[in-house]
């Protein structure tokens, strides 16, 4: 500086006012010489061109970081605009735009220190008061925004965004409260509006988002639980509620491992944390449960299989991605024991749950096949076709209960002789024998009609069926049988004059004839 320069200089000798007053051009004109040197001394230069530098940097990083922030860059954008405030850190206006990217980022508490240091700068800055007005509204710092809001009706007594403002925050204030009581009195369908009219208002307020998020829950609308939850977790990662009702969410929407992630992130941050604790448990009871019902059904233990799926569908009674498929297995070991009412009661309640699944209509089918309810096995393999098409073995199932069908139409000579199916030539004689001395016509002890004759008849084709082998294996396969008249034929008096099977001759006349 020019003092410094004076201070290092040689003084002349005292000199007289008269030489003063000679020499005073002179004298002026060295001094300002000396001061122009100065000036523009490499060392003045060097300050003057490094602050214009730096001027122009933090221009180009603002210049980028706005460029970023229209793109939707926002960490980026956030980065430029800190480095330009620890370049220029009085400048208010950078403080200003990143608390814009901040709010972009839904990271109210960092926008609003930021707005503090603007106003702390500028005071009289009312865009920056408006903002962080706002800004504590959203995140329920209702008295906060009040006096903002205030400060500015001060200044200027008709801005509209300030009195609009201030009535904002008293329907917060009012529904915020109702919320609480609902919520408190487990009224879910009520307080639902309520919460959504206050994050409408105020969309960062924690306390409303996990209310809103465990309402969402009881009337299981799980997506509206994800996002609030996500919400919540966006402004505080490790909120232990907020993980649990997030991990809710996943598992019911079907990323069972993602909700144990959840659940299992709760209790490292909380372990006495009894909601995630309880969820794990029942999950972990689950899969045994599940897998031991699996195992006991393919080792042909029925009733051990049907007591397990009874316990896991008790852990998991409403899941639809979950619970078909216990009710299923329970349909299946059901089918096993055969009790095929309860089977076919158990795979309809799966059908009902999910309309496209074929195994519930296969298993169902089957059942009504062993129910030898033909024509309802036939509707639900037609079920089985029409979604998969390509799969031939429900065309041969179809093909099968159609052939049940057709043999059903017929007389079942088995039915005829009250013997079983698997009866051996044995059986099927002595209960021929029976049948035969109860009709005979010489013994019958009721009636004799028409319906008499007519069920001697199938008595005595039901034996000649049944007793021989070839004729019993066609009809057992559904093979067409050549009719069979037996030793009978239809006149108008009904006569009975010839042996039938087993050496009985009987003579059976019902009057009208010769």
């Known amino acids: 500086s020019l003092r410094f320069f004076l201070s290092v200089v040689p003084h002349p000798p005292p000199i007289s006012s008269?030489?003063?007053?000679?020499?005073?051009?002179?004298?002026?004109?060295?001094?300002?010489?000396?001061?122009?040197?100065?000036?523009?001394?490499?060392?003045?230069?060097?300050?003057?061109?490094?602050?214009?530098?730096?001027?122009?940097?933090?221009?180009?990083?603002?210049?980028?970081?706005?460029?970023?922030?229209?793109?939707?860059?926002?960490?980026?954008?956030?980065?430029?605009?800190?480095?330009?405030?620890?370049m220029d850190s009085s400048n208010y206006n950078l403080y200003y735009k990143r608390a814009a990217a901040y709010l972009a980022r839904s990271k109210s508490m960092f926008a609003i220190a930021d707005l503090n240091k603007v106003l702390e700068i500028n005071p009289t800055f009312v865009q920056a008061r408006l903002r962080r007005a706002k800004t504590f509204l959203s995140v329920g710092r209702a008295d906060d925004a009040k006096k903002d809001y205030d400060a500015v009706l001060k200044v200027k007594a008709d801005e509209q965004e300030a009195i609009q403002g201030k009535e904002?925050?008293?329907?917060?204030?009012?529904?915020?409260?109702?919320?609480?009581?609902?919520?408190?009195?487990?009224n879910y369908p009520e307080v639902m509006p309520v919460l959504t009219t206050v994050l409408d208002l105020a969309p960062d307020v924690k306390e409303a988002r996990l209310m809103r998020a465990q309402t969402a829950l009881q009337m299981r609308d799980f997506n509206l639980v994800l996002e609030d939850a996500t919400a919540v977790l966006k402004q505080h990662s490790s909120h232990v509620l907020g993980l649990f009702l997030r991990g809710q969410a996943l598992y019911h929407l079907g990323d069972r491992e993602a909700a144990i992630k959840h659940y299992t992130q709760a209790l490292k941050y909380e372990p006495d944390d009894s909601r995630s604790k309880k969820?794990?448990?029942?999950?972990?009871?689950?899969?045994?449960?599940?897998?031991?019902?699996?195992?006991?059904?393919?080792?042909?233990?029925?009733?051990?299989?049907?007591?397990?799926?009874?316990?896991?569908?008790?852990?998991?009674?409403?899941?639809?991605?979950?619970t078909p498929g216990l009710i299923l297995g329970k349909c299946k070991a059901l089918s096993k024991l055969g009790k095929h009412a309860e089977a076919i009661a158990e795979c309809t309640k799966v059908i009902e749950m999910d309309a496209d699944n074929v195994d519930a209509y296969q298993t169902r089918a089957d059942a009504h096949m062993e129910a030898e309810d033909f024509d309802r096995a036939i509707a639900d393999y037609n079920k089985c076709v029409e979604k998969q098409p390509q799969n031939n073995s429900f065309r041969q199932s179809l093909h099968e209960a159609q052939k049940k069908q057709k043999m059903a139409a017929r007389k079942d000579w088995y039915k005829v002789l009250g013997v079983k199916k698997d009866a051996t030539p044995h059986e099927i004689k002595k209960a021929y024998r029976a049948l035969a001395r109860e009709y005979h016509p010489d013994t019958y002890k009721g009636e004799r009609t028409p319906e008499i004759e007519a069920k001697f008849h199938d008595i005595n084709n039901a034996y000649e069926t049944l007793f021989d082998e070839e004729k019993r294996r066609k009809f057992d396969s559904g093979e067409d049988l050549q009719p069979q008249q037996g030793p009978f034929h239809h006149g108008g008096g009904f006569p009975f004059g010839a042996g039938g099977p087993g050496g009985f001759t009987f003579n059976f006349n019902f009057g009208g004839g010769g």
């Open 279 to 322: 969820e794990l448990q029942r999950l972990q009871d689950l899969d045994a449960a599940q897998a031991n019902a699996v195992r006991l059904l393919s080792q042909g233990k029925a009733q051990d299989a049907l007591a397990q799926y009874q316990i896991a569908h008790d852990l998991e009674p409403a899941n639809p991605l979950v």
């Open 18 to 86: 008269k030489m003063v007053l000679m020499h005073t051009p002179l004298f002026v004109l060295c001094v300002l010489c000396v001061a122009a040197s100065l000036v523009f001394s490499p060392f003045v230069v060097g300050q003057q061109q490094d602050a214009e530098s730096g001027n122009a940097a933090v221009e180009t990083l603002v210049k980028r970081a706005d460029v970023l922030m229209k793109a939707g860059a926002l960490e980026q954008a956030l980065e430029s605009y800190t480095r330009a405030i620890e």
């Open 168 to 186: 904002s925050v008293k329907q917060y204030n009012r529904n915020m409260e109702r919320a609480e009581d609902l919520f408190a009195a487990k």
